[in-house]
Structures are given as C-alpha cells and as structure tokens.
C-alpha cells in the first residue's frame, strides 16, 4: 500500500505548518474501534463510523473500510445490483481492482489508487463486481467506500459519475517529507483535490513515516474525523493511542495532528489513516438500508419509487 506514491516526498508540494501561536490544536474527542462484518455477497468490512454520535458525523452518513484482504483464486467477491437515493458515494481503492455498472450505462473500472464519485440523486441501481481476472488469479483487495449526504435542495438532483484516476489525486508533503498526503476532494493549504463535491468536504489518505508528524490546518467549520487503515500511532496534541481499525473525533478548532509511532509492523511500513471533515448540512436524517432522506415519508415515496422500476433496470 498504496498504489499512488513518490519515491521522494521533498520532490512535491510542501503543506506548511500552522503556527501553534495563532491556530487552537482540535482536541480528541473520542477513539472508537470499528466492528467487523461482511458487505454485499460476503467480503469484509470495518465499520469504521458505526460507534460514533451521528451528531459528530454530519455531513457524512458512514463508512466501510473493504478488506484488506488476500483473496485466492475463484475468492474475490462484489455486490449485487441495488439501489441508492439520496446521498453520494466514494468509493477509493487502494489496491486491486473492481468494476461498477449502473442503470444509467455509467460507471467504469476502479484500479489501485482510483475513486469513483457516484451521485446517487434521485436515483440509481448500480453493482460493484470484481473482474474475471482477479476472480481467475485471487490477489489483494482493499480500499474504502464513504456515503457523503446531500442537503434537501440536492437529493433530487440527477444522478452523475466522476471518475477521478490515482494520477490525478493531488499529491502534497509536509514540510519535512516526512508524509504523502494525497488530497481526494477539498481543499488543503490551498491546494485543491479533483472530486467535485454538493456538499463542502476535504477527504485525503496521509501515508506517515514511522516517527514522522503531521500537522495541517483544518477549517473551523468543519468536523474533523480521521481513520487508521494500518499501523499505529498518536493523535491530536495529546497524543492519544491509535491503531488499525480505530476512528477518531476531533473537537473544534484550527489544525489536526497525527503522528506515526517509531515501531510499525513488517507488512504495513507506515500509518496510513484517512483524514475527513465537512460542513454540516444540520437537516435532518431519515435513512433506510440504502436510501437516505429528510423524512420517512421521502423514504417510503424512494422505496414505492425503487419498486415501480423509475431507478431503472439492471444493464447486462
């Protein structure tokens, strides 16, 4: 891991340190570990949201770390085809393969490094299926899939597709080349990630040398949220303990900090940890398996929508 680096992180964009004496440090509000399960036609997931206040979460609904797994041959497993109303989903791969269909004639093949940015909107049925030649070969499979909410004015809006290739992530460092962050969506530092948003998010997978710490400015409006995909290390300015699997909530203020520990293990080098945040919609939230609305009336007017075929039909 991961498919997208550099050999030499002092070759790319440096995010400056903010100064201590003029930015508040968010504190760690909890540390949560995932629970565990299996998705769609049986690979596994970490949940890595399922544990926190939904108040902490707004703009985002959830999200599944997919594998890490070593799949052999004839292993690699998808979804079936199924529906979704109301929200957008992110699905980045960090390594391996899979291919997403919908009902529109959409989608496209997700290799290591790749997101594909799926608005849902009024309505879609889509699949995700590994090809025939992984399910032929077996090999690694791991990446994650995030469920961003729309506000009300958007939920309706048409359904659309941004597939955003691991070349054209913004690649950026800190200033002693000591991480790769590689900036999804949103801004950083002034930098700017390819994903197009509704709804103001910044989303970027930091990949830190053992030792090494990250400190990054952080808009105030926005929650602050960070996920461990492998490795150990610390987060905020008191240092509390992460590892594999765990999510934390950071309270208010101007800059986040994470920092790797000395000792990693020998199949995971660094830390590597997703790193969102976003501007509450503060709407309410209704949400039923894959629809998520503002009442349960718009639910059960997505579900008779679903069952009369106006998502569309399952394409060959």
Do not use: C
Request: net charge negative.
């Amino acid at each position: 891991m991961p498919a997208v680096t550099v050999d030499n992180p002092l070759t790319l964009p440096r995010v400056a340190t903010p100064d201590p004496a003029a930015n508040t440090p968010r504190p760690v509000l909890t540390v949560v570990t995932a629970p565990e399960g299996f998705e769609g036609e049986g690979f596994p997931v970490r949940r890595a949201f399922a544990k926190i206040n939904t108040k902490h979460l707004d703009p985002f609904i959830m999200m599944d770390q997919m594998g890490e797994v070593e799949y052999g041959v004839g292993e690699p497993k998808g979804t079936p085809w199924h529906p979704h109303r109301g929200f957008e989903t992110v699905t980045y791969l960090i390594d391996g393969e899979f291919i997403h269909k919908d009902s529109h004639g959409g989608g496209g093949h997700l290799g290591g490094g790749d997101t594909q940015w799926m608005t849902a909107g009024s309505g879609i049925l889509h699949i995700e299926t590994p090809p025939e030649s992984l399910v032929a070969t077996g090999g690694l499979f791991h990446g994650i899939q995030l469920w961003v909410n729309l506000p009300a004015s958007d939920k309706m809006t048409a359904p659309r597709y941004q597939d955003i290739h691991g070349g054209h992530v913004k690649l950026l460092s800190t200033p002693d080349g000591g991480a790769i962050l590689r900036l999804i969506a949103g801004e950083l530092d002034g930098h700017q990630g390819p994903g197009a948003t509704h709804t103001p998010i910044t989303l970027l997978h930091a990949s830190i040398t053992p030792g090494a710490q990250v400190t990054i400015p952080w808009r105030r409006d926005f929650n602050a949220l960070a996920y461990v995909l492998n490795g150990d290390g610390k987060v905020g300015a008191e240092g509390r303990p992460v590892h594999t699997g765990q999510a934390t909530v950071f309270g208010e203020g101007d800059t986040l900090t994470i920092s790797a520990d000395r000792q990693q293990d020998s199949r995971h080098p660094n830390l590597d940890v997703i790193i969102l945040g976003g501007q509450p919609i503060r709407e309410p939230v209704a949400w039923y398996g894959p629809f998520v609305m503002n009442s349960h009336r718009e639910l059960e007017q997505a579900m008779k929508d679903f069952q009369s075929g106006s998502f569309g039909h399952p394409i060959d």
